[in-house]
């Protein structure tokens, strides 16, 4: 079974302060692990996705992650907030697919990301 | 079309009404997802369809929720006998199969019940 805990349901920073949220993960098998992104009264964008290539992966708007198999975590950063960054953060995570098949995504219960000017 | 589409966007209904909500996934994409987000929650899997397999529906929540793909494409969630707690915002998502591909994400039916 895999599972998916992201410490802290609200965040807030300061414009221009590091963005720090926070996923780790159980997985019985090596994951893919996702953050997705959902603006008010929008549905999920991905922001970047790891699969078992870089462990430092980058993504949209700044954003980036670190797979740190050791700590079983997929922390989420951005070294400088801006306003627009103010939307709800899920972490999520798919066991690898077999070839030819898909599994369904496990989500965490998301973060509230609140800037301040 | 461009991306995964659902519709309606809002709907308000009767305690006791069926609903049916729709998600056009991404042409191509073979395995489609419901979820459903309640106020403050987290995503709630319901069910998946990949291909034509038999569908996944180990998430619905009763028997009163059921889920179809016609064609190999659309898909209809039904809610029959709707009660209060039903009021979430269900989203659609679809993806290809294969390793580590993502899911794109409709912007979501609002569902209430009243």
């Known amino acids: 079974a895999q599972s998916v805990t992201q410490l802290g349901s609200h965040v807030s920073v300061s414009e221009g302060a590091l963005v720090l949220l926070r996923c780790n993960y159980s997985s019985s098998v090596p994951p893919y692990l996702f953050w997705y992104v959902q603006y008010p009264n929008q549905g999920l964008q991905l922001l970047l996705k790891?699969?078992?290539?870089?462990?430092l992966v980058k993504g949209i708007n700044g954003f980036e992650a670190e797979f740190k198999k050791s700590e079983t975590s997929f922390h989420l950063t951005k070294p400088s907030a801006h306003m627009s960054d103010a939307a709800e953060y899920f972490c999520?995570?798919?066991?690898?697919?077999?070839?030819?098949?898909?599994?369904?995504?496990?989500f965490g219960s998301g973060t509230q990301l609140t800037v301040l000017p | 079309g461009a991306g995964v589409s659902q519709s309606p966007s809002n709907k308000v209904t009767e305690k006791g009404k069926d609903v049916e909500l729709r998600c056009d996934p991404i042409?191509?994409?073979?395995?489609l997802y419901w979820y459903r987000q309640s106020l403050g929650q987290g995503l709630e899997f319901l069910i998946y369809?990949?291909?034509?397999?038999?569908?996944?529906k180990s998430g619905l929540p009763s028997d009163r929720f059921s889920a179809e793909r016609t064609g190999g494409s659309v898909s209809t969630l039904t809610i029959q006998r709707t009660q209060q707690e039903d009021s979430a915002v269900y989203l659609c998502a679809s993806s290809l199969i294969g390793y580590g591909t993502e899911a794109f994400f409709g912007q979501g039916t609002r569902l209430t019940v009243v």
């Open positions: 999520a995570v798919s066991d690898q697919a077999r070839q030819g098949s898909a599994r369904q995504l496990t």
């Open positions: 369809f990949q291909g034509n397999s038999a569908p996944d």
């Open positions: 042409s191509g994409h073979t395995a």
């Open positions: 790891y699969t078992s290539a870089a462990t």
